[in-house]
């Protein structure tokens, strides 16, 4: 199991741009499905990316098409959220997950193994 810390949240404004980083501490990072999620305020958490073990299965929910970009330097143990275009429904506490992924190829968290502690986005109008 690894244990996950996310940076990178902050206050922007609508139209901007921020990236996320999860370092995780652990062994076998590249072993490990790596999605991000987030949970705005009265909300429940909902998928936002995820990206296989290897990193060649990416899936993003549609909310995030076109807009985030997500990566993961296994050589750093470290996943990236790239967002852009940022609005005001973007706000939430955004958090990554971990999955061990198995003898399947796929880019989606079903059953986490660990979950980081959350970083806050802030989008301001």
């Known amino acids: 199991q690894v244990q996950l810390v996310e940076s990178g949240g902050g206050l922007v404004q609508t139209g901007g741009s921020l990236t996320l980083s999860c370092t995780a501490s652990?062994?076998?990072?590249?072993?490990?499905?790596l999605g991000w999620f987030r949970q705005a305020p009265g909300k429940e958490r909902e998928f936002v990316a995820g990206?296989?073990?290897?990193?060649?299965?990416?899936n993003y929910a549609d909310s995030a098409k076109g807009r985030f970009t997500i990566s993961r330097d296994n050589a750093k143990n470290t996943v990236y959220l790239q967002m852009t275009d940022l609005k005001s429904e973007d706000t939430a506490v955004y958090y990554c997950?971990?999955?061990?992924?198995?003898?399947?190829?796929?880019?989606?968290?079903?059953?986490?193994?660990?979950w980081g502690q959350g970083t806050q986005v802030t989008v301001s109008s």
């Open positions: 997950a971990s999955e061990w992924q198995g003898a399947v190829t796929r880019a989606t968290v079903r059953s986490p193994d660990s």
């Open positions: 652990g062994r076998a990072f590249n072993r490990y499905i």
């Open positions: 990206i296989s073990a290897g990193g060649a299965a990416i």
